[in-house]
């Protein structure tokens, strides 16, 4: 009989405010920020004393990744619709007559190809199963959803390899 075994953490410290503008059909958002809130779902087998996974550690790793992302511009670096070029203090983006320059320190670059939950959520769980690959868990899936605002998340499901050591 299958089972599935699962531990969650979210909300609390789990949040950051973040600036950006996605595009939508070629049309590029103005400028503006979210109050984020992020939702993690591990699930995996049993250790031999019975966890899925400690919460503390996984808010930890998970807090971890969202202070990269706290008071930051939100790049998407791999936009196909801005036209981005960095320099060695700043990076500027433009879009039509639209231009930004933002100073390096105020943007987190990240390679997604847009600024949607959707895609900050699978960037999110991507660096999350990093963390978690040091781990000595049983883990099968990782789930994290990027709150916008409340009622509006983009969530991203990753298939994780269970810890051949264990
Ligand atoms: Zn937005």
Same mark, same amino acid.
């Given at each position: 009989m299958a089972v599935t075994r699962r531990v969650s953490v979210e909300k609390n410290r789990l949040r950051f405010a973040a600036a950006h503008f996605a595009t939508f059909f070629g049309e590029c958002e103005p400028l503006h920020g979210h109050n984020y809130v992020i939702s993690v779902e591990l699930e995996g087998d049993l250790t031999e004393d019975s966890w899925v996974w400690d919460f503390g550690d996984l808010k930890q790793l998970t807090k971890n990744i969202s202070d990269t992302l706290d008071h930051k511009f939100i790049l998407q670096l791999e936009s196909r619709i801005l036209k981005i070029n960095e320099s060695t203090t700043s990076w500027e983006i433009s879009y039509l007559d639209k231009q930004y320059i933002f100073p390096k320190s105020d943007v987190v670059a990240l390679p997604i190809d847009n600024s949607t939950a959707e895609r900050i959520a699978e960037w999110f769980a991507e660096q999350l199963a990093d963390s978690l690959s040091s781990? $000595?868990? $049983?883990?099968? $899936?990782?789930?994290?959803?990027? !709150? !916008?605002m409340p009622g509006q998340a983009g969530w991203y499901t990753l298939d994780m390899q269970p810890s051949p050591t264990t």
């Amino acid at each position: 009989m299958a089972v599935t075994r699962r531990v969650s953490v979210e909300k609390n410290r789990l949040r950051f405010a973040a600036a950006h503008f996605a595009t939508f059909f070629g049309e590029c958002e103005p400028l503006h920020g979210h109050n984020y809130v992020i939702s993690v779902e591990l699930e995996g087998d049993l250790t031999e004393d019975s966890w899925v996974w400690d919460f503390g550690d996984l808010k930890q790793l998970t807090k971890n990744i969202s202070d990269t992302l706290d008071h930051k511009f939100i790049l998407q670096l791999e936009s196909r619709i801005l036209k981005i070029n960095e320099s060695t203090t700043s990076w500027e983006i433009s879009y039509l007559d639209k231009q930004y320059i933002f100073p390096k320190s105020d943007v987190v670059a990240l390679p997604i190809d847009n600024s949607t939950a959707e895609r900050i959520a699978e960037w999110f769980a991507e660096q999350l199963a990093d963390s978690l690959s040091s781990r $000595k868990g $049983k883990f099968t $899936k990782l789930t994290v959803g990027i !709150e !916008e605002m409340p009622g509006q998340a983009g969530w991203y499901t990753l298939d994780m390899q269970p810890s051949p050591t264990t």
